[in-house]
Structure formats: C-alpha cells, structure tokens
C-alpha cells in the first residue's frame, strides 16, 4: 500500500516511511540547491568560535549527500563559498580553505562507496593553488561515478557567472560561431560555469534569510524555493526529506493554467478583453 504525502501526516512518518513514500515519486526533483546559512549562529549561541559551526556543518554536508543518494536526486548544488566570502576576515578565509581541503581528503573514501561524481562550480582560478590541486583530484578520483552529482559552487557568484557567460557570447559572435539571430535561452547558457548540469528544480535555503544572496540567479529562474529556519548543522536527513515532499507536494505550472476549466481560462474565441468575461471572473451582477 502506497504511503501518503498528505502535509498534515508527514510528521506522523518515520524516516524509513518517508524515504519509501519519496523514492521514485514522479514529481521528485532533478537538482535540489542549497544555500548552507546559519553556521556562525549555531557556533554563538554555543559559545563557540565561528569555525566550530562551519565544521559541524560538515555533518549535515554528509546527511544531505546521503538522503539525495538514497532519493534518487541527479544532482545537489551546495553553495560553498561565495565571491563575498571573501571579503571576511582574512584569518577566517584561510581557515576556510584548509577546511575544505582537510573535508575533501576524509570525505573521499565515502564519497566513493556512495558512488558520488563531484563537481566545481565557480571562478576557481581565484582558490589557492593547492585547494585547487585537492579539488582537482577529488573530483578526477571521482569522476568515473555514475551515481549522484554533488556541485560545489566555490569562489562563485550568479552576477560574476552571468557576466562570463556574456563574455563567451560574445566571443562566438566577434568569430562568427553565432549570428545575432541565433542567441537564445540555450546558447547563453553555454557560457555559464556549468552548463552541462540541469538547472535547479528546487532550492532549499537555511536559518530563515529570506535572500538569493547571489546563488545561481540565471539557473533559479523557475525553481521553487523553501526557506527553513532551521540553522545549516542542525539541517538532518529528516529535514531534507520533508523539504523534498514539501516540494512533490506542489504544482509546478510555469505560468500556465494546468486546467483548461478554470474559471480564469478564456472560452474558446472569448477575448482577454471582452467585458463580459471580466464581470464572469469578478462575479459584476449584470
């Protein structure tokens, strides 16, 4: 018997009950992004220094890893490091980046045995050169992975990203690759960091800031966002998937009326400006 997704009976399921009632589901995400927010709160109201947030965030890094895998998600894009980040202390910079190399070494092992391809997204001529190096081999270690994407946008920002992606449109069109007749959507994009991955159906943003805060501005066109107060190293397993069901649970129509008979739809030969149909719609006694 199937398990039900009703909201109201969500918090009544186990994890095994949920992930069983998600897996496969026809409205399931391709590419969940995540703004990882909250590690400096969760370390202060401990007491402890900011860096003890971002370390045990690494957790629920893990946790995330973990759900998507067993979902069935194609691709989890964690927002890592921002071109603001950079602008932090400087001690807290340099931090940063050992962390992610010290992360990225311990991860490798596992990572693997969950059949994960890892991906970089970002300006990441502006990573120190042996994060670059760390990064380069976790990713060529892990790239014969056929199962889930995990997308680390670092040293990245949607403006920098958009802006090179007109960079290398207009290359195309100063050589002749492309007239001005043949610029789309879709030709575009090829100059993002990424354009190979799908764009994200669902992003998920942490510690209840309500902002973009540069993510992904061209990709997040469509998405559908949940925002969780939640703070980033208490985001767990359980969290995840009931983000994910929040999303199933909602109809996508991208500016499209999904049935014909709602009374908002035009008849058939009515005009948008037919006063008759307007006093229909606001229910104007003749």
């Known amino acids: 018997m199937a ?4 909201p109201e009976k969500l918090g009544a399921l186990s994890d095994d009950e949920l992930l069983v009632a998600l897996k496969g589901h026809e409205n399931l995400p391709r590419h969940v992004a995540i703004i ?4 400096g709160r969760w370390a ?3 007491f402890l220094p900011r860096l003890a947030g971002h370390r045990a965030g690494r957790h629920s890094v893990r946790r995330c890893v973990q759900a998507c895998g067993k979902l069935g998600v194609e691709v989890l894009t964690l927002y890592t490091f921002s071109q603001e980040n950079f602008h932090r202390p ?4 340099k931090a940063l980046w050992h962390f992610l190399q010290e992360t990225l070494v311990a991860e490798r ?6 059949n994960v391809v890892l991906r970089a ?8 050169s042996k994060a670059q190096a760390v990064i380069a081999d976790a990713v060529e270690a892990l790239s014969k992975n056929s199962g889930l994407i995990l997308n680390l946008a670092l040293a990245y920002g949607g403006r920098q990203e958009i802006i090179h992606a007109a960079k290398h449109l207009s290359q195309r069109l100063s050589s002749g690759e492309l007239n001005e007749a043949d610029i789309t959507e879709k030709e575009f994009s090829k100059g993002l960091y990424s354009p190979e991955l799908p764009d994200p159906d669902f992003m998920i943003r942490t510690s209840g800031e309500g902002r ?9 066109a469509y998405a559908e966002i949940l925002i969780t107060p939640v703070l980033w190293p208490d985001f767990s397993e359980r969290d995840l998937m009931l983000s994910v069901a929040d999303f199933v649970n909602r109809e996508r129509r991208f500016g499209k009326l999904k049935n014909p008979e709602d009374p908002e739809a035009p008849v058939e030969n009515e005009s948008l400006l037919d006063p008759a149909r307007w006093k229909r719609m606001l ?3 003749p």
């Open 90 to 93: 400087e001690a807290e910079v």
């Open 121 to 128: 997204t970002g300006d990441l001529t502006q990573l120190p």
């Open 283 to 285: 229910k104007v006694r």
């Open 36 to 39: 990882m927010d909250g590690n």
């Open 212 to 220: 973009l805060s540069n993510f992904l501005l061209w990709q997040l």
């Open 44 to 46: 202060k109201r401990r």
């Open 3 to 6: 398990i039900s997704l009703d």
């Open 109 to 114: 092992d596992d990572l693997m045995r969950q």
